[in-house]
Every structure is written in structure tokens, then in C-alpha cells.
């Protein structure tokens, strides 16, 4: 792809119809030029504005976001595009974004840290025998007024147009606390530790909110929690960010008292990855004592909550990897780096078919077993895009998704762009049944043009159209 930046401008890329966004990939032969590839770039797109608390008054030191739906982890969710801090005039600027719909949230000192760099100490409790005020704070608010980022309202950004006056006033909810103690192999050095709470969310991806510091006897005190749904997590904030513990609560209209988050400190995990010989390789010398494959890398991507600091690694020469750092929890497994023809086909750990059920990782779990697979003989899909009047469709996304839909099987699924002919190629796709989808934006998928075709081990070709009568495959 061709694609051109500049200060005060968005990245624009040849044959996007948007910044920041994949363009038409160009195909050229020995010796071919190419003329007339003009790039026009558009002025980054500022939001401003000031938060303000329920009196009206600036709030300052408040983070704000620019959030946007956006694929991570093979699901559709709502991730942080830009950031800014208000200054003591409950002023923000966001700036560097680019066009589309953006969710504006507001988060004030205590919840906008991420991963306990917010922590704040909890007001000690009233003797023994006298009433508890119910307390109040404010709240993480999403534009124009709402708690709950499912109930607000986007703003459309468009190219060369600032949108000023995006002013947020901080709703006041009542708060608990969440109390309790971290036990286990607690590392030494407790100031570097925080016990913070991240939401549990399918659609939002939030990085960090209330936290505590840990006492001498591990206790902690988390203030100001607003009622939802939380995951309890015992992070190491100096140098790498880590995740020692971590225990799912919810809070409603109580504190939460006496959880025990149980600390684990991280190990490594050692595996193999094993290569099936292609069809037919024993007639062929050279295939058969060729390595198909340049070092293999791998990563373990957490089900829920953001990726910080993945655990990844490369294969050896003797086809051994292993992972430094993992702390117990549930994953899915990213493969890559695999050379054309090849595909993930099983995952074993220990007894569990990762694969098929996901990897759940114990506490001490360094010494199971770990075998990775890849299969030879992947599919390859060939295809083009066309417009209703037969010619090459403008840059277009196409995307395999497997049939029925397996959202954790996120090997499965394939994304490829168009080239300037209107010509895709998608490779090493597992043997299945998918269903093909073109889109001119990811934002635009529950409207894109749909086919399904049943891939044979070796190729699947076809042509789809953004026609939407569309004839099913055999």
C-alpha cells in the first residue's frame, strides 16, 4: 500500500475513503510504473470542550476519551482512540483524530488512572455503632449525560471540521467500597503494588479504574465504586505492568467486604510446535526436506479485559517455544508468522483442547504440557469485487468469518483488500464452511454484502459483487 503522512494531517493511505483506514493494496509486474496516484490529506479533527461537576464548576485533572468501535480479540468493542487531561479550567482538547462516530467519556481523578495510577485512600470508617453515610462521588460520564456507555450518544466527526463545545458534566452516583485482602506469594516490595477494579464488559474496553494501596498485612480498601459488574485485579505497576490475582465481584448497593484475591507469581510456559508434511511431499525431495515454515510466533491473548503485556514468543530451531510471564487466567492463543499453505488445526494443553474449549491456565501451571499443531494443505481464496456494472469495486474489505460464527476461534477468521483491480487472495484458511463478507468499512458490516461457500482442502475460487442479489455457492 502507498500511504503519506504529514504534521496537523491524518495518515492517508492510496484508495481509502477515510484516514487511518486500508486502502487498495497495488499490484505491480517487473519493470510496470504507475502514474496519477494522487493522495488527498485531511486536517486532523479536534474535539474540545470542559467537564464540569453537578454545581457547574470546572473539574480539573478529569481524563477524557475519544472512543470508537473498533475489532480486537475477534469481537466488535468500544476502545480508546484519543486521550487528554483537563487543565485547572476543566478545559480538554482531543486532537490527531480522524473521521467517523466517536463515544466521548469523562473519568474523574479517582477512576481515570490506569491500572491503580488513580489510587486513592479510603476515608476511614465511623466508630463502631454510629450510622453510615451513604456516599456520593462522581462518576465516569459518557457524552452528553450518561453512565452507561450502551446509552449514550456518538458524535459524527468529519473531515476538515472541529467539534468544538463537547462540554460533560459529571453525574453523581452513590459509591461502596470494596474491601479485602491479598494473600499468597505477595511480592516483598508492597509499594509497587495496587488492587485496582476493571470493568466486566462485552462491549467496552476500559483500562484501569478505582484502585488501593496494599497495607502491611495486605489489606486493601477500594473507595468510590460505582455499582456494575467488576473484575478485582492485583497489578504490579512498576516497570512491566503485570497481573498477579484477580477475582471477579459484583457491587450493588452495599461494599463489598472480606474478598481474598490470591496472589500467584508469574511462571513460564515451554511447548512445541509441530508441522505436518504436505499432500504428497513424499514424492517431492525437495518439499519433503524443506522447512515450510520461518520461526513460528505465538502470543496468549487474555478472554477478558485489555492485552497488557502478552506473553509471546518465537519457535527455536529445535520447534520448542516458550513463554515468559504468564500469570493463571483464560486465554485464546494467536498463531502466526505461518508460511503460506498452513493452518492452526489443534492445540493441546495438557487434556484440554484449546481450540475448542479455550486455554485455562491454573495457578503453578508451567509444568503441563503444551503441542501446537499446523496443518498442511490449507484452502486459498481467490476472488474479486465487482460494482453492479461488472467493473472493479473501489477499495474493499473482504473478510471470512467461519459458519455458524465461533468468536473465539479468532484463527478462523481472514481479512484481505482489494487491489486496484478489484482482486483478493486470502491464504491459509482452514478446511470449513464460512461466509464471505465485502465491506467498504468495518463500521458498516451489519450492512455488508453476504455469500457462503463450503472451502475443499486444497482452493475455493469466486467473484462476489456488492449487487445485493447474490447466488449461493456450491
Request: proline share 9%.
Amino acid at each position: 500500500m502507498l500511504s503519506s503522512d504529514r504534521l496537523g494531517f491524518q495518515r492517508q493511505t492510496y484508495g481509502a475513503r477515510r484516514p487511518n483506514s486500508g486502502g487498495t493494496v497495488l499490484t505491480l509486474t517487473p519493470g510496470q510504473k504507475m502514474s496519477a496516484l494522487n493522495l488527498i490529506m485531511s486536517p486532523q479533527i479536534v474535539i474540545s470542550g470542559k467537564v464540569l461537576d453537578s454545581d457547574g464548576d470546572p473539574v480539573a485533572r478529569t481524563q477524557v476519551r475519544a472512543l470508537r468501535y473498533m475489532f480486537y480479540n475477534g469481537k466488535r468493542q468500544i476502545m480508546p482512540m484519543g486521550y487528554a487531561a483537563t487543565d485547572e479550567a476543566g478545559d480538554y482538547k482531543i486532537q490527531n483524530l480522524g473521521p467517523g462516530k466517536f463515544f466521548i467519556s469523562a473519568s474523574p481523578p479517582h477512576e481515570g488512572g490506569f491500572f491503580g495510577q488513580g489510587s486513592r485512600t479510603a476515608a476511614p470508617r465511623p466508630p463502631a455503632g454510629q450510622p453510615v453515610k451513604q456516599e456520593e462521588a462522581a462518576v465516569t460520564t459518557f457524552y452528553p449525560g450518561a453512565t452507561d456507555v450502551t446509552a449514550a450518544t456518538m458524535i459524527e466527526l468529519v473531515a476538515g471540521h472541529d467539534w468544538p463545545a463537547t462540554d460533560i458534566t459529571l453525574r453523581k452516583l452513590p459509591v461502596y467500597h470494596v474491601r479485602g485482602k491479598v494473600t499468597g506469594q505477595v511480592p516483598t516490595d508492597r509499594a509497587q503494588l495496587r488492587v485496582s477494579v476493571l470493568t466486566r464488559s462485552s462491549v467496552f474496553m476500559d483500562f484501569g479504574g478505582a484502585s488501593s494501596h496494599i497495607g502491611p498485612d495486605g489489606a486493601f480498601d477500594i473507595p468510590l465504586v460505582s455499582p456494575g459488574a467488576y473484575k478485582v485485579m492485583l497489578v504490579s505497576v512498576i516497570g512491566n505492568f503485570k497481573v498477579l490475582g484477580a477475582v471477579p465481584v459484583d457491587v450493588g448497593s452495599h461494599d463489598v467486604e472480606n474478598l481474598v484475591v490470591t496472589a500467584e507469581p508469574p511462571f513460564d510456559l515451554n511447548g512445541q510446535v509441530k508441522v505436518e508434511k504436505p499432500v504428497n511431499s513424499a514424492n517431492d525431495p525437495a518439499k519433503a526436506n524443506k522447512t515450510p515454515w520461518a520461526p513460528t510466533r505465538l502470543s496468549l491473548m487474555p478472554v477478558e479485559g485489555p492485552a497488557m503485556n502478552v506473553p509471546n514468543a518465537s519457535t527455536k530451531d529445535d520447534d520448542t517455544f516458550s513463554l515468559v510471564g504468564v500469570s493463571p487466567g483464560r486465554f485464546r492463543v494467536s498463531v502466526f508468522s505461518m508460511a503460506d499453505g498452513f493452518y492452526l488445526k489443534e492445540v493441546r494443553f495438557g487434556d484440554q483442547d484449546v481450540l475448542r474449549n479455550g486455554l485455562t491456565i491454573a495457578p503453578g501451571g508451567g509444568s503441563t504440557p503444551w503441542e501446537i499443531t499446523l496443518g498442511a494443505n490449507a484452502a486459498k481464496l481467490d476472488g474479486s469485487v465487482q460494482t453492479a456494472e461488472g467493473k472493479p469495486a473501489p477499495p474493499t474489505i473482504v473478510t471470512l468469518i467461519p459458519d455458524p460464527p465461533a468468536p473465539d476461534r479468532t484463527d478462523l477468521h481472514k481479512q484481505g483488500n482489494t487491489d486496484q483491480n478489484g482482486h483478493f487472495t486470502i491464504n491459509s484458511i482452514a478446511p470449513g464452511k464460512y461466509r464471505v463478507y465485502a465491506w467498504t468499512d468495518l463500521d458498516q458490516a451489519p450492512n455488508s454484502t453476504l455469500i457462503s461457500l463450503r472451502l475443499s482442502r486444497q482452493k475455493a475460487r469466486s467473484s462476489t459483487s456488492l449487487n445485493p442479489a447474490l447466488p449461493q455457492l456450491p
